[in-house]
């Protein structure tokens, strides 16, 4: 969704990292209710922690230890794929979540509003890599934003979106829209009856989907 970025937001230490879920693993220990998911998302993107390979491994080993039927999941916006350690360290994991919102680089711009630097083609290349071994995230939204009309739900959105996932070729394919009222009365949450309407197109193709509504 649009947002701006704060470039101030300080990041906990690896080691910070590393106790915070050893004590929050072992009191749900106690209390027998282990998760059936170690998630990182929340706000930001985790793979931008200098660590984050590091913080994988020790996730990992923690895991292994106190919950080892939990599945370690990874929520991305695939801008850090370039970097071999987090491309390596996504390998390890469950889950690992890839977000791709369009198959133009028009609508992400509108979208998702990624720093300059921000490539489609480089970014298809490094999750074509994974050779199945990443669920690409899709959010469908239509709307007008900065005074730009964008619709990824379009047919010809559509069609160029299954290209590129006939590409990828991902174990599963995610689709949602914004779970509550838009930040902006210019942005139209999708439908669920459209939202099924995609998935069948999507499952058509032979893609494994699930539907967030």
């Not at 998630?39 to 200098?50: R, Y």
């Not at 900065?146 to 990828?168: H, P, R, S």
């Not at 309407?197 to 494994?208: H, L, M, P, T, Y």
């Amino acid at each position: 969704t649009p947002k701006s970025y704060d470039k101030k937001v300080s990041l906990p230490s690896r080691e910070e990292v590393q106790q915070k879920l050893k004590d929050t693993l072992l009191k749900m220990q106690m209390e027998k209710q282990l998760p059936d998911v170690i998630t990182f998302a929340g706000n930001g993107e985790p793979t931008l922690h200098p660590e984050f390979a590091e913080i994988i491994d020790d996730t990992i080993k923690l895991r292994n230890q106190y919950s080892p039927k939990a599945r370690i999941a990874v929520l991305s916006n695939a801008t850090m794929l370039y970097k071999e350690k987090v491309f390596n360290a996504l390998l390890k994991i469950e889950d690992n979540i890839q977000k791709l919102d369009s198959a133009f680089d028009e609508t992400i711009q509108i979208m998702d509003c990624p720093t300059s630097a921000f490539n489609l083609n480089k970014v298809v290349d490094q999750l074509i890599r994974f050779s199945g071994k990443v669920i690409i995230q899709t959010m469908f939204l239509k709307g007008e934003f900065k005074g730009k009309y964008f619709d990824n739900t379009t047919t010809v959105e559509l069609e160029a979106w299954i290209e590129l996932l006939k590409k990828i070729n991902p174990s599963q394919v995610m689709i949602y829209t914004i779970a509550r009222d838009t930040p902006l009365d210019t942005l139209i949450k999708i439908a669920e009856k459209e939202l099924q309407q995609i998935a069948s197109f999507v499952k058509n193709e032979g893609f494994n989907v699930q539907v967030s509504a």
